[in-house]
């Protein structure tokens, strides 16, 4: 059954390489890890939001809106990313970020400005009341508001990682490979959802584990199988069901999001420095820090191979320095 994918337009620089971690491996000791480099879809540095939006301002764009609302943490690669995607394509971008305004402006933050986003700080308030604030305010001068979800997570945004996965499963079957396991950063769900159908879709046979970086296992995994099945729902794909495959792992959640720990800050130092690759402090090094762990405990033989999903996020690297030296 071939799906009815909605419309997109072409702003990530697809397919993202696979590349081996040999010295990482064999530093390991542990199964072959590859990487998938979702860190390079363009973008303002890039990231798993960007395939995402290559849907949602699609629809945007399908319903004639000129302005682009999103919300997340200050650090938000999601916000930034949706800043870029405005600019390049001509739209406003209001950005409604958590809390209050921090005395210095770094990281994505500072990209955000650079991108021209308006941004708005929630201080103690709901961030959907104010999205609704910022959204009627622009409607009362004559704008067209399109409200995007937090991290992109709804049924449009989440066709992007079915995609995704058909991408990856051409690239292995071309680069003549095999992945039993894929490990990435799972947070607000769009990208395991969309993964999870695009395997069942596509014949990808491998396991698909999603390392939670603010979830308990529990919560996250009903929001990945529900967000899973309403995609399903939404592409006439209704014969399709998720819910035995979504693994979700919540033992690296240490302090809670956005804070980095001794798990995050190996992760980062150790791929840096064996392969020159950056990992960001929220979510993949937690991911990444998460997979070593694993590995070190023995959880894969040494002659599987695990591909781990970068996903992004390298822009908000500056805003942790002192956590991470
Ligand atoms: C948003 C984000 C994730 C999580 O993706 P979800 O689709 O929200 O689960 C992982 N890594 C990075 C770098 C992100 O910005």
Redesign the pocket.
């Known amino acids: 059954m071939e799906p009815k994918f909605p419309q997109r337009v072409s702003i990530a620089h697809l397919p993202t390489p696979i590349e081996p971690l040999e010295r990482l491996s064999k530093h390991l000791g542990g199964p072959e890890i590859l990487i998938k480099r979702d860190?390079l879809t363009g973008l303002a540095t890039g990231?798993?939001?960007t395939r995402?939006l290559e849907f949602l301002v699609a629809e945007a764009l399908a319903q004639e809106c000129d302005h682009l609302i999103t919300t997340g943490a200050p650090q938000?690669?999601?916000c930034r990313?949706t800043a870029a995607a405005a600019a390049r394509l001509g739209l406003g971008c209001a950005l409604i970020l958590r809390g209050e305004a921090p005395s210095q402006v770094n990281g994505n933050l500072l990209l955000d400005k650079l991108l021209g986003a308006h941004i708005y700080w929630t201080g103690d308030r709901d961030a959907g009341e104010l999205i609704q604030e910022v959204s009627s305010e622009l409607q009362s001068v004559g704008r067209k508001p399109y409200i995007i979800p937090?991290?992109?997570?709804n049924v449009v945004?989440?066709t992007a990682?079915i995609l995704a996965m058909q991408e990856l499963v051409t690239q292995l079957k071309e680069e003549n490979l095999n992945v039993d396991f894929i490990v990435?950063?799972?947070?607000?769900?769009?990208?395991?959802?969309?993964l999870v159908l695009g395997a069942q879709l596509y014949g990808f046979q491998g396991q698909i584990f999603?390392i939670s970086?603010d979830h308990p296992a529990d919560g996250l995994r009903t929001q990945?199988a529900a967000l899973a099945t309403a995609t399903a729902t939404h592409l006439g794909l209704d014969s399709i069901s998720v819910v035995d495959h979504v693994l979700v792992n919540d033992d690296y959640l240490g302090g809670g999001y956005a804070i980095v720990g001794d798990n995050e800050r190996e992760a980062i130092h150790l791929v840096a420095q064996l392969e020159g690759i950056l990992l960001?402090p929220?979510?993949?090094a937690r991911?990444m820090g998460g997979l070593i762990d694993l590995i070190r405990w023995g959880a894969f033989t040494r002659g599987q191979t695990v591909l781990f999903w970068?996903?992004?996020?390298?822009a908000?690297l500056p805003a942790f320095a002192d956590k991470l030296l």
């Open positions: 860190d990231g798993n939001k995402k938000s690669n999601h990313q937090l991290g992109g997570s945004g989440a990682y990435f950063a799972s947070s607000s769900g769009g990208t395991q959802a969309g999603g970086v990945v960001d929220v979510y993949t991911a970068h996903t992004g996020g390298t908000s």
